[in-house]
């Protein structure tokens, strides 16, 4: 080996993923690379131009810009870049040059490519796509590490059996681990073992836990099956399986947590809100929501499909709680409508949601009948806060009599906010645009939706200011490599993955239904749709998706964490709770949404 190669083979083992190579692997990629030397200002490639290779910064800095001269992103050494073209069709997604001398390794395609397709770790990190992982949230498939109780309870083998007693009864488990000094786990004693082992033989109360635990119990690893407790305590006949790594204690299963995670579901909890008789019933029903989250994200299932249940308990309560309003109130004297928007209108609700609805009636309605739908409105309003769906910050209630009108009051809405589009039209036309039926008569929503995207769609003025409104959210992305985190505050060093993260995307999709007149109200739905209808470019559409789908379910990743380790879901991701590898491929997903906002802007509305 050339001492040059030796040099980049030095450089490459600091680099995730070559680090990851074997030696004799690595040797070989080491002299597979090439080295630029590149002045100030040098043009690496231009957009649409046919790359040489996998550049990697070994000195130096460059700047990444979009199809439209927009500054993206700026990197500097061991950072990766043109993967995204050699990922696709071989040809630059950006265009690429130096802010200062640089030195820059190019890893030729045919390499990278036999990398991607025979080294998994190759792949895994140049694919922003979540790989072949297992879906669903059945319980025989579920990984240990998702159904354990975190942070178990353990106590000393010299610990006095009383005194272990009232530990269990304190943190409400059946069972202890018994470890040394250093975590590692010695035995377990259970509320049997007390039972059987300490009052039944008629011992001491101070007797030490080491005389009366199982020894050496039989273990699980985290990466074990739902499949391998089952058998364990089926062959064993015990209600208990610790889970250990490296001989230290981890967590605890017992029959009670496989219980609880078969008894969590969608089904169940929609089943029981519809048997509910008030607002309190149901709020003991949402409060296991936190549970479901963090089953459905523990089992892989996508983004879209666990924000599609959760949001149908949000549904199935409204309709419960309209129900029992009219079961108070006496039947409505006009046919009404129900109606969602925001994340419970896209079906996009997840672990943290506040109610944004609205209550469209029969042109029939008079002034004496909207007393009725007054106390309607604030029953159902009332009962959502109850059950966790908070009011809204913004008032988008329709206890405002403002969002309780006749149809032909919200067809004046819509089409003075087309007609005039002031910052405050455009606000409540995106918010407007995501609404979607819950109960009572749909017929009253009708032809509404579609006359709406119509009009709207064929005013040119309206479209540029949804434009315009649709790029007030941009990704947190800090030019230095980083990302760009809240300043100050509670929540100082995070990223809002709400705002910051799926909005901007929720917004750029609203704006594509507009252009294509798209009925799909869900974002997903909605960037679906728009590539197939030729709105955006396939490989424009595809890159955003895959972006979305990370977005969406590293902020479900992070809820379902908080729920995992007793604390309430939130939307602020700290990037230091981050590996290397996620933090790098959030912020490609970043990237493509910045890019992609920056082409709308510009009259693309997509990557070429």
Known sequence: MSDDARTIQSFLETVHPYDSLPQDELARVAGSFGRRQLAAGAEIYTFGAKLPGLFLIEAGGVEILDANGALVSLLGPRNSFGERGLMRDGRAATT??????????????????????????????????????????????????????????????????????????????????????????????????????????????????????????????????????????????????????????RGMITQTDLTRHQAVSSAVLIRDIALADSASEMAETTARIPGLLRQLVGGHSAHEVTTRLITDIADAVTRRLLA????????????YLWLACGSQGRQEQTGVSDQDNCLMLDDAVTA?????????????????????????????????????????V??????GWIQTPSPEAQMLASVMFDLRPIGGAAHLFGDLQQETLEAAAKNSIFVAHMISNSLKHTPPLGLIRGFATIRSGEHRNQIDMKHSGVVPVTDLARVYALQGRLAPVNTRARLVAAVEGGVIS????????????????TRLEHQAARVKAGEKPDNYLAPSSLSDFERSHLRDAFVVVRTMQSALGHGKGALN
């Open 96 to 249: 690429a040059r130096t802010t200062g001398a640089a030195t820059l390794l190019v890893l030729p395609v045919a390499e990278f490519r036999r990398l991607v397709a025979g080294v998994e770790s190759f792949a895994k990190f140049f694919s922003r796509g979540r790989g072949a992982e297992p879906r669903g949230s059945d319980l025989a498939t579920r990984r240990v590490g998702d159904l354990m109780a975190r942070d178990p309870v353990a106590c000393a083998p010299d610990t006095p059996a009383v005194e272990a007693a009232r530990m269990m009864r304190e943190a409400n488990v059946s069972s202890l681990g018994v470890t040394d000094p250093d975590g590692v786990l010695l035995g377990i004693v259970t509320t049997r073992d007390l039972s059987h082992r300490l009052l039944g033989e008629g011992r001491d109360l101070a007797t030490p836990v080491v005389e009366i635990m199982t020894a050496d119990p039989a273990t699980l690893s985290p990466e074990a099956l739902g499949t391998d407790i089952l058998h364990l305590m089926l062959e064993r006949r015990v209600g208990h399986v610790p889970v250990t790594e490296a001989g230290r204690l």
């Open 324 to 335: 029992l309003a009219e079961k108070e109130l006496g039947p409505p004297p006009v046919p």
């Open 368 to 408: 004496s009948d909207m007393h009725y739908f007054e106390k309607l409105a604030k029953f159902v309003s009332d009962g959502l806060d109850a059950c966790g769906y908070v009011y809204c910050p913004g008032d988008m209630m329709a206890t405002n009599p403002r969002w309780c009108q006749p149809v032909r």
């Open 410 to 415: 919200w067809r004046d809405y819509f089409r």
């Open 538 to 553: 396939a490989s424009g559409g595809r890159d955003l998706i895959e972006a979305y789908d990370l977005i969406a379910e």
